[in-house]
C-alpha cells in the first residue's frame, strides 16, 4: 500500500518526467504486476525513468533500457534487442558440470529445466566447449555481461 501512496504522490501535479526508484521492491506478486502495469499505462503519457534491480520488471515494461556499472552508462537499446551480440555469448551447460567453468570470463546466469536436466546459463567471451545452443538470451544476461568481468 505504501507503494501505492508514494506513485500517487509523485503524479500530483503531472510532472513532465517521472523518476522512480525501486517501485516494485519488496512487493507481493499480484502488488507487482499492479505496480508494473500502471507505470506502463503512465510511460504512453510522458517519460518515465525507473531505477530497479529487478530484471523482469523492466523487460515487461520499458521501450528503452540503460545498464550502468560504475556510474557509467555501459550498454542501451530496447530489451527486445537483446540478442544483438550475445547469441554466441551465451550457452547452457549441464548441471552440475557447468559449476566448474564459472570464473574469469565466464559468469553464471540463470539455472532452467528441460525435462528432467537442470542447465546453468553460462554468459562471457571465453566459454568452455560442450555448451549446448541454442540458449535464449535473457536481459539477466545481458546485465551479466555488460557489467560483468567477462
Not at 501535479?13 to 503512465?42: C, M, S, W, Y
Not at 540458449?135 to 568481468?149: E, F, I, M
Amino acid at each position: 500500500m505504501w507503494q501505492r501512496v508514494l506513485l500517487t504522490r509523485a503524479l500530483l501535479g503531472d510532472p513532465p518526467v517521472l523518476f522512480l526508484d525501486e517501485p516494485t521492491a519488496g512487493l507481493d506478486p499480484k502488488e507487482r504486476i499492479h505496480i508494473r502495469n500502471l507505470i506502463a499505462q503512465l510511460g504512453g503519457e510522458g517519460i518515465i525513468l525507473l531505477a530497479t534491480h529487478i530484471v523482469s520488471d523492466v523487460e515487461l515494461i520499458a521501450d528503452q533500457i540503460l545498464i550502468m556499472r560504475g556510474g557509467q552508462l555501459c550498454k542501451h537499446g530496447r530489451p527486445q534487442d537483446r540478442e544483438t551480440g550475445l547469441t554466441e555469448k551465451v550457452r547452457l551447460y549441464p548441471l552440475p558440470d557447468a559449476e566448474k567453468y564459472i570464473g574469469p570470463g565466464c559468469l553464471a546466469g540463470n539455472s532452467v529445466r528441460r525435462g528432467d536436466e537442470s542447465w546453468l546459463h553460462l554468459v562471457g567471451d571465453h566459454l568452455p566447449e560442450g555448451g549446448v545452443l541454442p540458449a535464449a538470451v535473457t536481459l539477466d544476461d545481458v546485465y551479466l555481461y555488460w557489467t560483468g568481468d567477462v
